[in-house]
């Protein structure tokens, strides 16, 4: 793949000036470890609870939430309302969520996973009609079918 060879990487757009090539090839395979999950949805190979429990555990990973803080400009381009920019605006929540569970502890790995052995779930609300209702078509994408 191209995100081995630093010559095909240079490729893609940059996700943030100054990056090493190290970085930039975590944030391209991070990149594609999310597009899977959407590729998975869309194309039905996985039903909505999956991906989204799938999302939940990738966001526990720091270099996940990097990738997604650092691509947040590229899903600028999304269509509002777009299926592809409902499944984004989830995972957005996933990430906020997660993101505030780690801001309070020095461990932020550590306390991700203590929050979610403790609660038995990740920080996001489990799928319900008056999230789906907050946006309009979500159902489409993200609710069981």
């Not at 190979?45 to 939430?65: G, H, P």
């Not at 920019?85 to 203590?114: G, H, P």
Request: aromatic share 10%; charged share 25%.
């Amino acid at each position: 793949m191209s995100i081995d060879d630093e010559e095909l990487a240079e490729v893609w757009p940059a996700f943030e000036p100054g990056l090493s090539p190290k970085e930039n090839r975590q944030l391209l395979y991070a990149n594609i470890i999310y597009q899977f999950q959407w590729t998975s949805l869309k194309l039905d190979n996985a039903d909505n609870e999956a991906v989204l429990r799938t999302l939940e555990y990738l966001f526990t990973s720091q270099k996940i939430r990097r990738y997604w803080a650092a691509a947040a400009r590229a899903r600028e381009s999304l269509v509002p309302g777009s299926p592809e920019y409902l499944f984004a605006k989830e995972a957005d929540r996933i990430c906020r969520d997660y993101n505030a569970v780690a801001s309070n502890s020095s461990n932020v790995e550590q306390n991700v996973t203590n929050y979610k052995e403790s609660s038995g779930r990740s920080p996001r609300k489990q799928p319900n009609a008056a999230t789906r209702s907050e946006h309009p078509g979500l159902g489409k994408i993200v609710s069981p079918k």
